[in-house]
């Protein structure tokens, strides 16, 4: 069966209705956002505008089940020279933000915050470079108190708020110190054999 019978005609209505996506279809496919993206040069297959096109196509599954949506650095490169002024990261914000309430999941998990731990500094609000990360009013262990809460939709999975966390409050699933270490000594190791 071809993909365009199974297109669902009110997505785009539905990106459109989301914060950020109202410029869904301001894409001319023209191929800007691609040629300046840094996110394309680690990630070949990234192709914003494609994403894009089958956004408007309303192939809501392709759309929220792709990994692509989820590369986005957000730097904004590409809205500085899209001839129509359009935020990509805005938009892979509103297709995040869908499948999130989908039930589709990020290819990286998002940074956990240990609620019993966290002292509510706000540290990581400060230095989290995507504003994924706000302070809230949560009861923890039957008492109210202030806890940093991570957007699934806009964490990158940096881990500048891990390494910025004084209380070690915050962590990145799979990339425990104890996991990095065993990194780098692999590729010491490996680096050792190929000379």
């Given at each position: 069966?071809?993909?365009?019978?199974?297109?669902?005609p009110t997505f785009k209505d539905e990106?459109?209705?989301e914060p950020g996506g109202e410029n869904l279809l301001r894409c001319y496919s023209?191929?800007?956002?691609?040629?300046?993206?840094l996110v394309r040069r680690q990630y070949p297959d990234y192709n914003p505008r494609r994403i894009l096109h089958m956004a408007t196509l309303g192939?809501?599954?392709?759309v929220l089940s792709s990994h692509v949506i989820w590369r986005c650095s957000a730097c904004d490169d590409c809205y500085h020279h899209c001839p129509q002024g359009i935020h990509i990261s805005e938009?892979?914000?509103?297709?995040?933000?869908i499948a999130l309430r989908e039930g589709f999941t990020?290819?990286?998990?998002?940074?956990?915050?240990?609620?019993r731990t966290c002292v509510a500094c706000g540290l990581c609000v400060e230095v989290c470079p995507y504003q994924a990360i706000q302070l809230?009013?949560?009861?923890v262990l039957g008492h109210e108190k202030a806890v940093a809460q991570v957007d699934a939709a806009l964490c990158m999975n940096c881990g500048v708020c891990a390494a910025s966390c004084r209380s070690a409050?915050?962590?990145?699933?799979?990339?425990?110190?104890?996991?990095?270490?065993?990194?780098?000594?692999?590729?010491?190791?490996?680096?050792?054999?190929?000379r």
């Open positions: 069966m071809h993909k365009l019978a199974q297109a669902d990106i459109m209705a023209c191929g800007t956002c691609m040629a300046v993206c192939l809501r599954n392709d938009l892979f914000k509103a297709f995040r933000t990020p290819p990286d998990s998002p940074a956990l915050v240990n609620e809230v009013q949560k009861r409050s915050i962590d990145l699933v799979n990339y425990s110190d104890e996991t990095l270490l065993q990194q780098l000594e692999q590729q010491l190791q490996m680096a050792e054999v190929m």
